[in-house]
């Protein structure tokens, strides 16, 4: 099966120095058109309740004109099939030193669990992105972890769902599997076993690329990302490895138990890299991006914090592998 990834390219700015370790209040001024935007990510004031499907859900955020001139604005189309965004005004301009409120309305057609970009161009060139936190499921995937059935899996009490498929990876030959966790399931295959899973009927799947998809993406619709729990600051700065373990070890438990988890299991699969061609590194890259969501409106601020991310996780993933008392316990860090 391929990849649902795809590479993109980005220039970044001669202000950004990756060697002189910016700070992150400086690199999230670079770039940015000129304006501010109030909020970047919208969730129609949900929060963790499903968005209800065929009905209008409204939120609104401001733009900024910060810039000594007039700006002119428009957002990109945007119309998949299984919502509809509408922007009020959809263009326009921003007199200098004034302030545009956007007024944006939803309607979701079927259920879904997304984090769906809009981009919002701005003259001379800059974009920024907006993200729409989009959750219509209800069942295992995108919920509070604390709601779950938690059971204990190699020193880690983790929910069920996850135990289950790690099991089946496992079970079906998922580690020897080259490219695990790189190469994605069929989308209309990880809709049906998701379904399944949300209703309580999932027990095993050989479909073993579709199935660390699921994995993939049980991380990336919690409602607050892992690595989103420790201070941006550290995940910029992320070259000293100690550093890295022990912003792990300061983790909530939940946190802490389901990072552990998941580097145990990445560090499996990496175990059979001669046979599956995922090693730590290679692993830390496809999986990292599912741990972090960018906040930032700032495109340049967001690929280089993903940058970070993959790195981070990388330094941890290392750590482990160099440890191996670190394995099936939580504490084992402040231990080591």
């Given amino acids: 099966m391929g990849s649902s990834s795809s590479k993109s390219s980005a220039?970044?700015?001669?202000?950004?120095?990756?060697r002189a370790k910016p700070t992150v209040d400086e690199l999230g001024s670079a770039n940015n058109g000129g304006v501010e935007i109030s909020k970047s990510i919208l969730d129609f004031n949900l929060g963790e309740r499903p968005c209800?499907?065929?009905q209008t859900v409204q939120d609104q955020f401001t733009i900024a004109n910060m810039s000594k001139n007039k700006l002119k604005f428009h957002f990109d189309p945007s119309q998949p099939k299984e919502f509809q965004l509408s922007f009020s005004p959809s263009s326009g301009s921003i007199e200098k030193g004034k302030t545009k409120a956007i007024k944006v309305k939803l309607v979701v057609n079927q259920k879904i669990n997304i984090n769906h970009k809009v981009t919002l161009r701005l003259e001379g060139g800059v974009s920024l992105f907006l993200t729409f936190r989009i959750r219509c499921e209800v069942g295992v995937f995108g919920i509070d972890p604390h709601t779950l059935e938690l059971v204990e899996d190699d020193g880690y009490r983790v929910p069920n769902i996850l135990v289950l498929m790690k099991r089946s990876l496992i079970e079906h030959g998922g580690l020897q599997q080259e490219g695990i966790f790189r190469l994605a399931g069929e989308?209309?295959?990880i809709k049906r076993i998701k379904e399944f899973m949300n209703k309580?009927?999932?027990?095993?799947?050989?479909?073993i690329n579709t199935v660390a998809s699921l994995i993939k993406i049980w991380y990336?619709?919690?409602?607050t990302p892992i690595l989103n729990s420790i201070p941006t600051e550290?995940?910029?700065h992320c070259q000293d490895v100690d550093e890295c373990v022990e912003s792990v070890n300061k983790l909530p438990d939940m946190q802490k138990n389901l990072l552990g988890w998941l580097m145990d299991l990445l560090l499996k699969v990496a175990s059979f890299s001669p046979i599956n061609k995922m090693t730590a590194q290679n692993l830390a890259i496809v999986v990292a991006p599912n741990l972090y969501e960018v906040s930032s409106a700032n495109p340049i601020e967001g690929l280089v914090l993903s940058?970070?991310?993959?790195?981070?996780?990388h330094n941890v993933l290392s750590f482990k592998q160099s440890h191996p008392d670190y394995h099936g316990s939580t504490m084992a860090i402040s231990n080591v």
Wanted: include cysteine; charge should be negative.
């Fill in 11 to 18: 220039v970044i700015p001669p202000s950004i120095d990756f």
């Fill in 200 to 207: 309580n009927e999932f027990n095993s799947s050989n479909d």
């Fill in 52 to 54: 209800p499907l065929k």
């Fill in 220 to 223: 990336r619709e919690l409602p």
């Fill in 234 to 236: 550290k995940i910029f």
């Fill in 307 to 313: 940058q970070k991310c993959v790195q981070f996780l």
């Fill in 187 to 189: 989308q209309t295959e």
